[in-house]
């Protein structure tokens, strides 16, 4: 297994310049508003948006911003950004902890919502709550995630008056409650979008899995029904329900940057959409090496678990 995670993380270089070049080209080539005129703001003159892009470099060939861009980066320096010049290092480190705990709680939530229901609908096959978890799949898949955040914040407002919490960040060691207000609902809007296919694979994956021989044997032998599930049926179904919960992080880590956007926390997937809105290119650069870090780190863990729920599976 080792020697298997280490070829596996060989690639990771690799992968990460092909995306790098890839998001570098297309930002400088695709039609967009240009950042000097951002960066200058109305009623700049043609002059001082000349000096804005020699300042930032955007002059240069395209070979020697990327070549510069990619040394300083190896090195460590991931430059500031266009808006404000601050460096991309500390905004980093401000915004994660948002979006860190987002996402985190937005998988608990798709993890418990996706395999729970999705047991329960294999059990009771063709029954009111078999009918009720498949629903509640389809509509958690179709309804958008912005539309559904919308109305928590709109409806309890109108129904009880109360309005939550809305922008900024506050740790969760400082002010727990407040923390929850805030950073809950956006975890269950993206953890309820994730948990629709998680939910449909369990279920699929319980029925066939329910109707095997071994799983009969258990139950003849006279175990206890949540040790037929949880300790013979789960488990040997386990291996599609991680890679769809793999899946199901990368829904939610996608989600999150809208509902940070929508709820003005200051995260990471906030600082992306605004970084795009404006072409602040060095923003987009270094978080699309991130999401690809982070995808290709978590798809290895996926691939490594099968090991230890499946001892039959074997690296090569």
Known sequence: MLRYALRRLAWLPIILFAVSTIVFVLLRVLPGQDPADVIAGQGATDEQKSRIRADLGLDDPLWQQYTDWMGNTLRGDFGTTFEGEKPIRDEFTRRFPASFQIILM???ISAILGIGFG????LFRNSLPDYGVRFGAVAASSIPEFFLLTLLIILPSYWWNYSMPVGGYVAIYDE???NLRLMLPAAAVIGVAGSAGL??????TMLEVLRA???RTARAKGLRRHTVILSHALRNAGTPIVTALGTAFIAVFGGSIIVEQILSIQGLGSWFF????IRDLPIVQFLSIYTAFIVVVMNLIVDLSYGY???RVRYS
């Open 106 to 108: 937005g998988l608990i």
């Open 119 to 122: 047991i329960i609908s294999a």
């Open 176 to 178: 727990p409650w407040t």
């Open 199 to 204: 939910m449909r694979l369990t279920r699929t």
């Open 213 to 215: 021989d071994y799983v």
């Open 274 to 277: 605004r970084a795009a809105l």
């Open 309 to 311: 729920i499946d001892p």
